[in-house]
Every structure is written in C-alpha cells, then in structure tokens.
Nanobody, 114 residues
C-alpha cells in the first residue's frame, strides 16, 4: 500500500520561495506518475503538477515557469520547488499517487503573505 508524507510548508512573503517534499513508501516505481495538488477552503483540489517520470511534467498554467518538480527515484522522494510565490498560491498542498481518486498525503500548508 502506498503512503505519502508531505513536508516543507510554511509562511513566506510574496516573491519568496519554498520547497515541498513528499516521501513515498510502498510500491511506487519510476514509471508511476506522481502529482502535486493544492486546495483552498471551500474549493476542490486543483492539479498543480503531474510528473510522468521520464515522460516529463505537466504544470498548471497558473504555476508554469514558477514551480518545478523534482524526483529522486531511488529514495522515492518527490519535490515541488516553488519560486516567486504569490498570495493566490496559499493553499494546502498534497502529494498524490494514482490520479485524482488515488492516494494523498496529509497535506502541508503554504501561506503567502506579507
């Protein structure tokens, strides 16, 4: 059974940077897609980035050019590197395995405010 644990959230000023980590355990392999979602109160989870392993990554238009994913296949780590953060990026960020109806971690809060 796959389990995911996110970390690295926090409070950052607009224009700042933050790196999120996701530690995966269980049957997660290099050809399995992994994704980052985010959610704000009262809204559905929004796909931020979907990584296909060697097949590359798709980013939401709202974060393209500012966010980058990285993946350590050996350690089963998945990262979201966020630059030029804006208040609209404030959300709980979730690591995901298995698509929208798949497995999520507990989430990590990112707050962008001055």
């Amino acid at each position: 059974q796959v389990q995911l644990v996110e970390s690295g959230g926090g409070l950052v000023q607009p224009g700042g940077s933050l790196n999120l980590s996701c530690a995966a355990s269980g049957p997660v392999y290099s050809n399995n897609p992994l994704a980052w979602y985010r959610q704000t109160p009262g809204n559905q989870r929004e796909l931020v980035a979907l990584n296909f392993g060697a097949g590359g990554t798709n980013y939401a238009a709202s974060v393209r050019g500012r966010f980058t994913v990285a993946r350590d296949y050996f350690r089963k780590m998945f990262y979201l590197l966020m630059n030029n953060l804006q208040p609209q990026d404030t959300a709980v960020y979730y690591c995901n395995f298995g698509g929208q109806d798949g497995t999520y971690g507990q989430g990590t809060q990112v707050t962008v405010a001055s």
